[in-house]
Nanobody
Framework: QVQLTESGGGSVQAGGSLRLSCTAS????????MGWFRQVPGKEREGIAV????????YYADSAKGRFTISRGGAANTVSLQMDSLKPEDTAMYYC????????????????????WGQGTRVTVFS
């Protein structure tokens, strides 16, 4: 069982920045993927940015490219999402997820690929 602990989030004015962090419990494999998804009421959860913990592979949603950066660092098994140039449409509940399947079962930005989820942290961007 993997527990994901999220931190960060909050409220910020449009154009500002926020940083989200997520730490996974236990020892993790370099082949595991971790990343961030977001969801607004009435819409499906969407993948924003994910990465292979061992490095070498990162994936971003089109809406995140050029503004968000995912990275591994700080504490062990921690993945952070630096969000810059935030827009009101980035307002959502953001969820950390981990894919520990030995054999990947779906595309990296698809929620169904991931078998562990955090509780979520809210991001509000006001104009």
């Amino acid at each position: 069982q993997v527990q994901l602990t999220e931190s960060g989030g909050g409220s910020v004015q449009a154009g500002g920045s926020l940083r989200l962090s997520c730490t996974a419990s236990g020892g993790r494999s370099d082949d595991d993927y971790m990343g961030w998804f977001r969801q607004v009421p009435g819409k499906e959860r969407e993948g924003i940015a994910v990465m292979r913990l061992g490095g070498g592979r990162e994936y971003y949603a089109d809406s995140a490219k050029g503004r968000f950066t995912i990275s591994r660092g700080g504490a062990a098994n921690t993945v952070s999402l630096q969000m810059d140039s935030l827009k009101p449409e980035d307002t959502a509940m953001y969820y950390c997820a981990a894919d520990t399947h030995r054999y990947k079962i779906g595309p990296p930005l698809q929620p169904r690929t991931y078998n562990y989820w955090g509780q979520g942290t809210r991001v509000t961007v006001f104009s």
